[in-house]
Each structure stands twice: as C-alpha cells, then as structure tokens.
C-alpha cells in the first residue's frame, strides 16, 4: 500500500511506467473533451462538432476535441485583432516577462506535459522528458533574452539627414503546426511571433491537437487574452480558413510540400509573407576513419547512424539516407545493426522504451508501402521490415519495426521521406562521390558528416546543400542555431533570432534635420 | 475496370484507381463537384496524394499530368516525377480522416497511393511517349 501511494505520487505504476493520461493517479488530467482556446477563455465550437482524438500508443480514442469551422477561425481571428495593438506596444521588458513566465510554467509542469506529449504522439516519455519539453522551455527563454536585445540601426545619410529603421509587428499571424513535435514546434512558432510584439492564431495538426490544448492551461493566465489563440479541427476547412484569411499578416507553416505551396499561393493571393519548412531526406555521411579507434567516438558515430529512430523517425530532418564509405562498410553496418536489434520497443510512457508508436494508422499505412515499394525495388532488408506486434493494451497501436534497407540512392525510398523508422543505407567511395549522393536529393533540409578529420568536415559541410550541417553530431535542436531548408525543403530560417525578422515590418524614418528647402519648386 | 482507369490508353498508365478509389471519386464530385489530386512529397503527411477542389491547386507550367483517376485530373511536381517515374501510382483510400488540406474520401476515409515498380518493358514504352504532360 505505501508503495502504491508513492507510485501515485510520482504517477507511475509499480513496474516504473506512468499512468495514461486520464487514468486514476496519472500525472494527466484529461477532461471528456476540450474547447477551443480564444481570448484567454474555451470557447465551444460554434457548430458545436467535436472529434475523437487517438492515442497511437492505443490506436483508440482518450478525448474529443473541437472540430470547428471556418467561423471558429474569424472568432480567434476577432480576438487576436482586438489584442494585437496592446501587445504590439507592450514594452519589450513586458513581451520578456510574459515569455519567461511562459518557460516558467511548463517547467513546472515538465512530467505533465512530457507524459501528455507522448500519450498524444506515441513518442517515448524518455524523448520528450529529455528534449522536447526541455528545448521548448528553453525555446521561450531564448526569445524572452532575444526581444531584450532588439536595436534598431540607424544611418547618417548625410549630416543633417538620419534613417531610422524601427522593428514593427506585423500585427495577427496565422502558424500551422506539424504532428511530430506538437509542442516544440508550437514554441518554435509562437514565441518569436509573440516576441516580436504579434499575436497568433494557432492551428494544430489534426492528429495532435490535445497537448497544446494541456499547455494552454498551463498558461492561460500568463499571456494576455487574444495575443495566443487556438483552434483544433480539419485542414482542410479551418487550416485553409487560417491560411487564406485577408485578416492575417503572415503564414508560418511546416508540413509537407502541396501544402506548402498551397500555402503559399494563398498568400499571394493576399499578398502576405509566408515562411514553410517542408521536410527533407537527409543524409547521414560516415567516413572510413570514424573506425580508426575503437573508443568514445566511434561509440558516438554508431549512435548517430541509430538516431534514424528517434521520435520513430517522424523528423523532418530524420537522417534517413546514411552513406557509408565502402572500405568500412560491413565493419561498422555490423556494429550499427547490433545497436539497432537492441532498441526497446513499446509502451511510449514506460521510461525504459527507445521507440513508441508511429502517429497515425494513416502513417503506418505509408512506411508500410515504402518497406513494399523497396523490396520491389530489389533493396535489401536488413533489419526489421514489419509491423511490431505486440500485447495487452498496446495490440492496436501504430507499431513498427526500426528499419534498416539496402540499396542504391535512386530508390524511392533513398528519394522520399518515409516519415518513420526506416533507414536506407548506402555505401560511397570517396568525398566526391558522397557529395554527389548527398545532394542528389530534392531536398536539403538537414545532413550529417561524421569523420576525425576536421578539413574533410569543412569541405563536406560547405558542400552539402542543406541549411543544418550537423557535423560529428546530429539531431541536436539548442536554441540560437537557425534551421530551415534549401532546395524544396522550404523557405526561412526557425530557431534562430533572425526569425524575428520574419515576424517584424521595418519601419524606416528618413528625417532631414536641415532647414533647407530642396529648391526644385 | 477491375483496376485501372487511365488516362493514357496508348501505353501503360502512370497512375491507375482502385475500385474503392473511384467509388470514392464519384461520391465526392457528385457531392462537392469537380475535384483534382496532386502528389504529395516531404514532412509529415509527405506521400499522399492531396485532393482539393478543381482549381484551388494553382497547377504551375512545369507539374506533370501523370493522367487521368475516374474523371479528376492527378499531378505531380516534375522534379518528383523524376524520382518517381519508374514507379506506376495506385490510387486507393485507406481508414482515418486525411491530413494537410486535402478532401476526405468519404467519411473518415483518406485517399493514399500505393506503388508498382514498372516493369522495363513498361518503362520503356512510357519513355517513348515523351516526358508526360505539363501544366
């Protein structure tokens, strides 16, 4: 009995797994279902329409959330507007505070949302424990710091004459949010934009709606009412209602590439800035020398060749394409295989898990045609391959086997981005044949180099066309290195001060200190 | 039509429907009006084909028309066409509402593309026919 009190403290059962959400001592209050969250309140949908929403984990429902409409999105957009020019002219220390006391507070619910996250994902707790909730707390308090350090330039034109250039916000902004990481990439969109003096209409992914509707309690009362609004339901009618509105001065947006487009062609038809990051298929490049000692290193690049797995490969940047130099290739694919057959699946909430479930039937659906479409494409499997079955509760959850493929990069499974746990390898003779595989590719989000040899690094690095060159690292996502594609994988730059440009108007006032007229009339 | 309806009768077609798939044409044009498809590549819902509405796609002059699915219209971009070719496109609807901003195929259905490889027989005949339809 005193054991069981105390697991309920913790919200773990005795075996060391936390509690569903919902479930009698989980850490995770889960209402039957939830409004949509506009002018600081929850506000039923106006069509009164709710939708069941799936744990992958289950592969069966937990809550309901709104599926609202169109008119659903002008109701956020009235808050927004009516909030917009307050917290346009908030003061930075003010903008500050509020996005402090925002990392403030999901720090202090660091378990709650990490377990929520995960339930609402299928990501294993240990992911979102250690880095998802982690980066967005962290996410907030880089743009408190970054609003703090805005300047304005000015330039003396002549001696009586100044341009001043002054940031403005743009005003309201729509941002469309991904499944894969519901949380992180809402704080990657919503604290720069709230930084840098907008207010945001929020749309998540259809899939993933419920753990921001859980951070939004968290901080429903930190940030003023209207400057954060958000509205669950279907793309294709309330994302669409977002994304063409006239009422909105920007669209942010990461998914995948019609969309993106659509998107964008939505925005200009209004004539607004847009910035879309759109996915990738990046290669993970490992050089002969990573096996010239058996020692930390190699232990570190064999573990970069695994991170394919990480969030069930649901990455954009997923390092799904690994090029290994052939001299060492049966070597360390021996050593990395080894690695793989030792990932523990299962349960996303039991902390000891490495992989969880895949996001939707819909995605397991599609990694199941790319394992079939490689095979007929004469690829060979060399780990994995099928649906994960597996026990109890968990029988109808979205589970797949970590993945390993081999075969050549004009593959359809070397060319497009499989969204989940299956690596295709591939082996290269020299730099300049690993430069040609890299970048034959449509797109050039991310990359990774692995070699001892720091000039080989460089050249690889500057050769790649791909906005993040993880270089003897991968999938590290720290706060102050921007991130963003080349090639189809996108436009703008996240993570990164400079997107506070993407979220500001430049004001320039041009001001004569001179008495003299010009003398043309 | 126990499988296919294809545009490009000549040879092979690019992409052909299922059976579930037209069914689920017919129903959403005689229920929204025309419709059209584009493939989708990248993040996140990256393969499948999205839906919309005739029109709402602003069809670019270098997109590739892979053909024709019951009476809609299905594209892909050309530099995808270029990875893709090999392959013929299914057109088929799977269990779950769709993703992005794509029409559903019927109630809590979404449309998906399956894969064939070509055979070279076939590949080579569809290379005679030129490098498919833009626009």
């Known amino acids: 009995m005193a054991v069981e009190e105390e697991a309920a403290k913790d919200g773990m059962t005795p075996e060391g797994i936390f509690v569903a959400p919902g479930q009698p001592g989980s850490l995770v209050a889960v209402k039957p279902r939830y409004d949509n969250f506009i002018g600081g309140h929850w506000v039923a949908p106006t069509k009164g329409q709710y939708m069941q929403n799936i744990s992958p984990a289950t592969g069966h429902p937990f809550t309901e959330v709104a599926r609202s409409s169109a008119e659903d999105v002008e109701l956020a957009l009235d808050a927004a507007h009516a909030a917009k020019d307050a917290w346009g002219e908030s003061s930075l220390a003010e903008r500050a505070a509020v996005l402090n006391a925002v990392a403030d507070a999901i720090e202090a619910n660091l378990t709650m949302l990490a377990v929520a996250e995960s339930w609402e994902n299928g990501k294993p707790v240990r992911e979102t424990l250690a880095a998802d909730i982690p980066l967005a707390v962290d996410h907030f308090r880089y743009f408190a710091g970054a609003t703090r350090s805005l300047e304005g330039r000015s330039t003396e034109i002549d001696k009586d004459t100044v341009a001043y250039h002054f940031h403005e916000p743009l005003g309201v902004v729509g941002q469309i949010i991904p499944f894969n990481f519901p949380l992180l990439m809402a704080a990657w969109k919503i604290a720069p934009a709230l930084a840098a003096g907008n207010c945001t209409v929020v749309k998540p992914a259809s899939p993933t709606p419920w753990s921001i509707l859980k951070l939004a309690e968290v901080i429903a009362d930190i940030v003023p009412p209207g400057v954060l609004n958000i509205v669950t339901g279907p793309g294709g009618e309330i994302g669409k209602a977002l994304a063409s509105s006239p009422r909105i001065a920007k669209i942010g947006f990461t998914g995948e590439t019609t969309t993106g487009r659509l998107i964008m062609q939505y925005a200009a038809e209004n004539l607004i800035p847009s910035t879309v990051e759109l996915g990738g298929k990046s290669p993970n490049i490992f050089f002969a020398d990573v096996m010239d000692h058996d020692d930390r290193y190699l232990d570190k690049a064999i573990e970069g060749l695994v991170l394919y797995a990480f969030n069930k490969g649901e990455v954009c940047t997923c390092p799904s394409r690994a090029l290994v130099q052939e001299s060492m290739y049966d070597r360390f694919m021996e050593r990395c295989l080894d690695r793989i057959g030792r990932i523990t699946q299962g349960n996303p909430l039991d902390p000891t898990v490495m992989i969880g479930a895949q996001n939707s039937a819909q995605q397991l659906e599609k990694i199941t045609g790319y394992v079939d479409i490689g095979v007929q494409e004469g690829a060979e499997v060399l780990i994995g391959g099928e649906r994960t079955p597996l026990a109890g509760d968990l029988v109808d959850g979205y589970y797949f086997e970590p993945t390993v493929m081999k075969g050549h990069n004009d593959m359809r499974i070397f060319q497009e981005e499989i969204f989940g746990p299956v690596l295709a390898v591939t082996t290269f003779t020299d730099e300049a044949d690993a430069i040609r595989i890299a970048n034959d590719t449509l797109y050039g989000l991310g990359a990774g180099v692995w070699t001892r040899n720091g000039n080989l690094a460089y050249r690889m690095g500057r050769a790649i066309k791909a906005g993040r060159v993880w270089t003897n690292c991968y999938h590290l996502y720290p706060a102050g290195a921007a991130f963003g594609g080349y090639k189809i994988s996108g436009v703008g730059r996240e993570n990164h001060l400079m997107m506070l440009d993407h979220y500001s108007q430049t004001k320039n006032l041009l001001v004569s200190y001179s008495d003299e007229p010009l003398g043309f009339f | ?135």
Not at chain 2, 65 to 75: I, Q
Request: hydrophobic letters at 40%; charged letters at 20%; glycine letters at 14%.
């Open chain 2, 1 to 135: 039509m126990t499988e296919a309806s294809s545009g490009m009768e000549a040879t092979v077609a690019r992409v052909v429907a299922t059976p579930a798939a037209l069914g689920a044409i017919e129903h959403l044009t005689a229920d929204v009006g025309p419709i059209m498809f584009f493939q989708s590549g990248g993040c996140c819902d990256g393969s499948l084909p999205m839906c919309f509405h005739d029109g709402e796609f602003v069809i670019g002059s270098h997109d590739v028309r892979l053909g024709s699915v019951g009476s809609s219209p299905f594209f892909i971009d050309h530099r995808q066409f270029e990875a893709w070719k090999h392959t013929q496109l299914i057109l088929d609807v799977g269990v779950g509402d769709p993703e992005g901003f794509s029409l559903a195929a019927g109630e809590g259905r979404h449309f998906i593309t399956r894969s064939r490889v070509l055979t070279e027989q076939e590949q080579a005949a569809l290379e005679g026919t030129g490098p498919g339809a833009r626009g």
